[in-house]
C-alpha cells in the first residue's frame, strides 16, 4: 500500500496543542495496527533548533540518530511509543539551503529558482522521503505556526500540491483552532474558528476535519454552526477540551470517532482500537493521594518547555509506582551556600538538568553538594553530572582549582574538558556529540542494577567529557564510574556508594522514556525519593 498522508495545521493562535493533538491520532491509528510515522514541518529559518535559546523553542529534543529537533518529536516518540528519525524534522532553513545547494551545482539546469515550484517541490520530497525512510502506512505531518503566518505559506502550499498528486484518498487534512469563551459574557465565540478556515480555503484547502480547543463544553448548534459555516460534515467536527490529564485525549476523540473517520476516508483496513493499556494507565492518575517531592534545579525554571522531557520521565516514573509527581522549580542562580536549605530543605530528590554556561552554575553545584551531603536522592543529567563531578573534586577531593573548561579553558584541573583526542572515530553534530552512543555498565553498580543489562544506548547532546586523566584520582576518593563508552572509554555515569540514590549521566535518559515504560534511571531517581517521602511519612 502506498503511504497516505494526514496534514495537520493550526489556526487563530499559537500553543493549541497541534502537536499533542498529532500524537494523539498516531497513538489511535497505531492502535488499529496501522504503521504510522510523524514528522513537523517548521516555518523558522534555521536549520534546526540546536542553536536556538530554549526561551525561543522550549527544549531541543535528539533523536537517535542525532537529530535535534523540535520538542513536538518527544511527544510524538512518546505517545506512539516509536524512534523517529533525522528525516522527521524540516525546517525552511533546511528547505531553502537544499535548494541553494542544488542551484550552485547547476541541478536546475539553468532555471529562474522562484518558491514555486521549486521549494515547494523540495517540501514535497522531503515529505515523500520520510514516508520512504520509515515505510509506514499513515505519515502524519504537523504544520507549525498558525494559517495566516507569512513563513507558513510555502508549507501550505506544498501540501496543497501533495492533494492534487497524491488524490483525496491518500491525503486527509485536519484543522486545530480555538474556540475562545468570553467569560464576562458567559459565551464561546465561534467567529475566529470560521476565519481561520476562510483563510485556509482561500489558500486552496479545505479542511477535512477541524479540531474545535476549548476551555469549556460546545453546543450542539455551535458545532453545527461550525460544520455549515466551514463546509464540513458535523461527523468531521471534533472538541479537544483543556483536560486535567492530558493523557485522555486519545481516548476522548476515540469517542468521537476520530479514528474511524480517519481510516474511513483514507481507505484504511483496520483493526479495532485497543487501547485498553493506555486507558489503564490514563485512569490510574485520577485516584492518587500525594506527590513526591522533587526539586529540579535549572537555569531556565521560568519556562517549562525548557525542561519538557525530564518533566514527562518524572510523570512516567511516577505513574509506574502508582504516586504524583510534584515538581519544585528552582531557580539555580538563586541559589548560595547560605540559603540552599530554604529552597531545598522539603525535596525527598533533587534533579539537575541539562545545560550549558557558567550562569547559575554554582547554584547547581550547591544543590548538588546538598544532596550528596545529606543523603538526599539525586539525579544528575549531562551538565548535571559534570557540575557532580567538579563539586566531588572541590569538596571531597580538596582541588579548590578545579573546574571546568567551559568556563576557565586555563585552569590548573580541568575535570570538564573538550577533548578532542577522544572524540577519534566519533561523529559530531558541529561540535557536539549528538544521538545514540553505547554504554557498558560496570556489574555490581547500581547503573547495571537499574538498566538489568550489561550494555545500553542512550541519547547524547554536548561538547564537553569528564577528563579521564584524572579518573583514578576519582575513583581513589570513591566515585564509581559506572558506565563507561565501550569504543572511546569516555565517562558516561558516575554513582556514590552510601547514599540513597546518587547517580548522574552524561547522556540525557529523558529521551528515551516513555508513558508505559519509564527509563530506568528516572523510575531508579523516583523510587528512591518516594522511600524517603515513606520514611518521612513514618517519622
Not at 56 to 63: K, M, N
Not at 224 to 252: M, Q, R, W
Not at 388 to 410: M, N, R, T
Amino acid at each position: 500500500m502506498s503511504t497516505k498522508y494526514v496534514f495537520v495545521t493550526g489556526g487563530v493562535v499559537s500553543s493549541l496543542g497541534k502537536g499533542i493533538f498529532a500524537s494523539s491520532l498516531g497513538l489511535l491509528l497505531k492502535s488499529r495496527g496501522i504503521k504510522i510515522s510523524m514528522m513537523k514541518l517548521d516555518p523558522y529559518l534555521n536549520v534546526d533548533p540546536g542553536t536556538m535559546s530554549p526561551y525561543q523553542h522550549g527544549e531541543v529534543f535528539v533523536t537517535a540518530d542525532g537529530a535535534e529537533t523540535d520538542l513536538d518529536l518527544g511527544h510524538y516518540e512518546r505517545w506512539i511509543d516509536q524512534n523517529l528519525t533525522k528525516e522527521c524534522s524540516i525546517t525552511s532553513g533546511k528547505v531553502y539551503m537544499s535548494v541553494m545547494d542544488k542551484e550552485r551545482r547547476g541541478d536546475y539546469l539553468g532555471a529562474c529558482i522562484q518558491v514555486i515550484p521549486h521549494v515547494t517541490d523540495e517540501i514535497k520530497n522531503k515529505i515523500r522521503e520520510a514516508a520512504k525512510a520509515a515505510k509506514a502506512d499513515v505519515l502524519i505531518c504537523e504544520i507549525g505556526g498558525t494559517v495566516g503566518d507569512i513563513e507558513s505559506l510555502p508549507f501550505l502550499e506544498a501540501i496543497r500540491e501533495m492533494r492534487l498528486e497524491e488524490g483525496m484518498d491518500s491525503t486527509f487534512f485536519v484543522h486545530n483552532t480555538l474556540v475562545p469563551y468570553l467569560r464576562a459574557a458567559d459565551e464561546t465565540k465561534t467567529k475566529p474558528t470560521q476565519h481561520s478556515v476562510k483563510e485556509l480555503q482561500e489558500l486552496g484547502i479545505q479542511p477535512d476535519a477541524i479540531v474545535l480547543r476549548s476551555e469549556v463544553p460546545l453546543s450542539e448548534s455551535q458545532i453545527a454552526k461550525i460544520s455549515l459555516f466551514c463546509n464540513v460534515p458535523k461527523y468531521g467536527v471534533f472538541t479537544a477540551l483543556d483536560e486535567k490529564v492530558v493523557y485522555d485525549l486519545p481516548l476522548h476523540l476515540h469517542e468521537q470517532g476520530l479514528d474511524d473517520y480517519v481510516a474511513k476516508r483514507l481507505n484504511l483496513v483496520t483493526n479495532e482500537a485497543n487501547l485498553s493499556s493506555w486507558k489503564t494507565w490514563v485512569n490510574s492518575f485520577k485516584d492518587r493521594e500525594g506527590a513526591i517531592e522533587i526539586a529540579l534545579v535549572g537555569k531556565y525554571v521560568e519556562l517549562k518547555d525548557a525542561y519538557l522531557s525530564v518533566k514527562s520521565a518524572l510523570v512516567h516514573a511516577g505513574a509506574s509506582l502508582g504516586k504524583n509527581i510534584h515538581i519544585s522549580w528552582i531557580k539555580s542562580s538563586l541559589l548560595t551556600q547560605e540559603n540552599v536549605d530554604s529552597y531545598l530543605g522539603k525535596a525527598q530528590g533533587i534533579l539537575v538538568p541539562g545545560g550549558f554556561g557558567e550562569r547559575g552554575s554554582e547554584g547547581k553545584k550547591e544543590a548538588i553538594r546538598y544532596a550528596r551531603e545529606r543523603k538526599i536522592p539525586f539525579l544528575g543529567i549531562c551538565f548535571g553530572m559534570q557540575l557532580a563531578l567538579i563539586e566531588y573534586a572541590q569538596h571531597v577531593i580538596g582541588w579548590k582549582e578545579a573546574d571546568s573548561a567551559e568556563f576557565d579553558p586555563h585552569c590548573e584541573k580541568p575535570v570538564i574538558d573538550l577533548l578532542r583526542g577522544q572524540y577519534d572515530g566519533i561523529e559530531l553534530g558541529g561540535t557536539m556529540r549528538l544521538g545514540n552512543y553505547s554504554c557498558l555498565l560496570k556489574e555490581g553498580s547500581l547503573a547495571r542494577k537499574l538498566y538489568g543489562k550489561e550494555i545500553v544506548e542512550e541519547r547524547h547532546r554536548h561538547r564537553y567529557e569528564f577528563n579521564s586523566r584524572f579518573r583514578k584520582e576519582f575513583e581513589d576518593a570513591g566515585m564509581i564510574f559506572s558506565g563507561i563508552n565501550p569504543d572511546s572509554q569516555l565517562v558516561e555515569i558516575c554513582e556514590l556508594e552510601n547514599h540513597p540514590f546518587f547517580l548522574a549521566s552524561q547522556f540525557h535518559p529523558e529521551f528515551t522514556s516513555r508513558p508505559l515504560k519509564p527509563n530506568p534511571l528516572f523510575l531508579g531517581f523516583v523510587e528512591a525519593a518516594n522511600a524517603i517521602s515513606l520514611k518521612n511519612k513514618v517519622a
